[in-house]
Structures are given as structure tokens and as C-alpha cells.
């Protein structure tokens, strides 16, 4: 059976027209009844009826970096360890998939330096993306849900990919929406932030070139950030910054890179691997400022890409 294709092009173009045309719907502000059958809890445990009515994410009553909407505690450290590396290999492969140009920032871009992986006593992930790749999960993948079959899991996981509406905003001002989109874990509530990279259009009316923000207040040079590199996180494919070292000296100070004490762990060299120092208690509250107390510092483990 042939298909004549003097036939199909014109509908196809009739169709793209149409989809231009027509409005993107976007949910906004998902409450615990819109996602029902997603969530296991019965209780919504996230902070909205505390925060500011402006406010698109509401972290925990418990713990700033869950989903209260899918969390009810704080998980022990091996068991965040786990989750937390599903979630970025999950991530990564899904933005890989659908074409969204995405890389590791701040302590995730720290934990790459050491040993490629997530540091242990972290409880999030932080990434970036364009500005024209936020769009494209607004336009067409905000509230999707992504179900991988993991190892050990035998039904698998659901993760949802969130954007918020109020990514459009290029402001600094708009303080209570500096995340731009999370990708979360339905069963544990971990999430990760991801923020926009945009071009700072007060500095470009000031005559200044390649300056470049996110609403987080972080502000970089398109230089440093571009070309992306390609790296290894987690055992995924990954693009890191290609300035990394200066950002990241300029973000926890140049020390930070060859600190080998942090945290109560010790960076085994030979293992290369971050190592408790006595059993690690999770923290409840919020989490300090990643840039060590320093001593006397050590070699470190190089910036090999």
C-alpha cells in the first residue's frame, strides 16, 4: 500500500499552522487533588498555606529540599544517596531524549570536580538550561510524568517534570520564583532545581556584552559557560560549563577544589571516594553554605575532564 506524499504534505503544514495558532495550555500551581493517583500520600505535607500566596514551589514543612506533596520524612543518608543518583541519572537521560540542553551547576558541579558523582551529604541537584529549552518543557512537557524500570525496583518509578508559569518573568526582583522548573521524585519527594540561564538585559543596556543571569542572582559571562563541555555524572552522559574550575572557585573559593576534610567525611584519594568520618546524621533544617571551614589545604584530585 503506497501513501501518496502530494497528499500528506499539505495536511501536515496545515496542522503545524494550527498548533502555532492555538494556545499552550499550562497547569499551574498542582495541588495534592490534581494529582491524585500520583501521589501516595493522603495528607499534603508541602509548606503552601505558610508561604507567601506568589510562591509557585512549596518545599516541606519538614525539610526544604522535599516535595511535601509526595514526602512524609526524611530518608536516612543511604537510602538518600540511592534516590538521589536515580534522580540525576533519570534526569539526564530524559532531557537527553527530548533534546533540552541542560548541565550540572553549584554543588553538583563541585561534586563532579571530586570524583564525578553527587557528594554524599548533599540532599539536592542543581542544574541550569537555556532560556529556549525551559520554553520547550513549558510548551510541551510541564506535568508529565516519566516512568523508568530501575535495578531492584520491580515496578518501577514515576518522576514528574514541573515548570514554574512564572519562568517568563527575567527578573531578580521576582524573589519567590527563583526556580524555574523541578524534575521530582513521585515516591520520595527529592527533587531537582533547575534555573534558567538568560542574557542580563540591564547589563546589555549599559553597553555590556555576553553577561549572562539566573533569577537566583547568579550572574556569569556567556564565555565561561559556553561551549558546554562533555563529561561524566553519575555514570550519565553530561554537559558541564566550560569555565568550570573558575566558576566554581568564584562561586565556594579556590580552596574548595583541594579540601579534603568537609562535612565529616575525608576524600579518599585511592578510593576516590568521599568517606564518613563517624555515621552521618541527616540534618532537618536548612543546609549551610557549601564553602568549607578550611584548614590546612591538600592536593586535590585535578580537573581531568
Known amino acids: 500500500m503506497k501513501f501518496r506524499l502530494d497528499f500528506l504534505l499539505p495536511l501536515l503544514a496545515a496542522l503545524s499552522t494550527l498548533s502555532e495558532a492555538l494556545p499552550v495550555l499550562r497547569r499551574r500551581d ?6 491524585y493517583g500520583i501521589t501516595r500520600l493522603n495528607r499534603d505535607h508541602s509548606g503552601k498555606k505558610g508561604d507567601p500566596s506568589g510562591k509557585y514551589f512549596h518545599e516541606s514543612t519538614f525539610h526544604p529540599h522535599y516535595d511535601g506533596r509526595f514526602a512524609e520524612k526524611i530518608l536516612s543518608y543511604d537510602e538518600r544517596r540511592i534516590h538521589l543518583t536515580a534522580l540525576m541519572q533519570t534526569y539526564l537521560s530524559t532531557m537527553s531524549d527530548i533534546g533540552a540542553e541542560t548541565w550540572i551547576m553549584h554543588g553538583s558541579l563541585l561534586g563532579w570536580w571530586w570524583n564525578r558523582r553527587i557528594m554524599p551529604w548533599d540532599s539536592d541537584v542543581d542544574v541550569q538550561m537555556s532560556y529556549h529549552s525551559i520554553k520547550f518543557l513549558a510548551d510541551y512537557y510541564n506535568m508529565t510524568i516519566h516512568h523508568y524500570k530501575l535495578p531492584g525496583i520491580e515496578k518501577g518509578r514515576d518522576y514528574m517534570l514541573e515548570v514554574n508559569p512564572n519562568y517568563v518573568i527575567d527578573s531578580i526582583d521576582d524573589k519567590l520564583n527563583v526556580i524555574d522548573a523541578r524534575w521530582i521524585d513521585t515516591e520520595t519527594g527529592l527533587f531537582i532545581d533547575i534555573t534558567t540561564l538568560r542574557r542580563n538585559r540591564t547589563a546589555e543596556a549599559l553597553g555590556m556584552e555576553g553577561v549572562m543571569m539566573c533569577k537566583d542572582k547568579h550572574h556569569y559571562l556567556e564565555k565561561d559557560v559556553f561551549p558546554l563541555r562533555d563529561s561524566v555524572f553519575e555514570n550519565m552522559p553530561v554537559k558541564i560549563p566550560f569555565a568550570y574550575s573558575a566558576l566554581l572557585e568564584e562561586e565556594y573559593g579556590p580552596k574548595a577544589l583541594t579540601q579534603t576534610d568537609f562535612e565529616n567525611h575525608r576524600f579518599d584519594q585511592d578510593k576516590m571516594e568521599w568517606i564518613p ?26 580537573s581531568g575532564i
Open 277 to 302: 568520618l563517624r555515621n552521618p546524621r541527616v540534618r532537618k533544617g536548612p543546609l549551610r553554605d557549601i564553602r568549607p571551614k578550611l584548614r590546612t589545604p591538600k592536593t586535590g584530585p585535578g
Open 30 to 35: 498542582a495541588d495534592i487533588e490534581s494529582l
